[in-house]
């Protein structure tokens, strides 16, 4: 069962691979073999291996009713100050692309929580230089404000 779900890459080093391989592959696999016992046990149904690592996967990230496969955004509780209140927020990529040679990047800007928070404590020049550049947007808030995965849920929290 592990070979056919093999988490290696050609570039990792060899102790690395081993560590992947015992820590992901087996330990999940065992894990599956585990709860598939406990559910013929129970008289519940089965579940295959690549649905048994999407949900380990869907309550690592704490997705909730939307699978992140197929909707590719992480959704947010609503915030006391939001304009749209039927609205969900959620991380997204950019649309914005680079200019020039690297017209196949996205175009990266400041995440405005870091940025904020260094500006409190350091000042702005200092912000604007340690300051995150991500290439993810807020969907739902006016003028989609850039956030890191870290920044997102402090300014979207109930």
């Not at 380990?56 to 959704?75: D, E, K």
């Not at 649309?95 to 040679?101: A, T």
């Not at 604007?128 to 402090?154: G, H, I």
């Amino acid at each position: 069962m592990l070979s056919y779900h093999s988490p290696l890459r050609k570039s990792v080093r060899w102790f690395l691979k081993l560590a992947i391989e015992v820590l992901l592959g087996l330990s999940i696999v065992n894990a599956h073999c585990l709860f598939n016992m406990r559910q013929s046990i129970t008289g519940g149904e089965q579940m295959s291996i690549t649905a048994f690592r999407e949900s380990i996967c869907n309550s690592l990230l704490r997705i909730s009713n939307i699978t992140f496969a197929n909707q590719h955004h992480i959704p947010a509780s609503h915030s006391s100050t939001d304009v749209e209140s039927d609205s969900v927020h959620f991380l997204r990529e950019c649309s914005e692309r680079e200019g020039g040679r690297r017209q196949d990047r996205r175009r990266r800007r400041y995440c405005i929580g870091c940025c904020q928070s260094l500006a409190t404590v350091h000042g702005r020049c200092i912000a604007k230089k340690k300051a995150k550049r991500v290439t993810t947007e807020c969907s739902a808030c006016p003028s989609n404000p850039r956030f890191c995965f870290e920044c997102f849920p402090k300014f979207h929290s109930t």
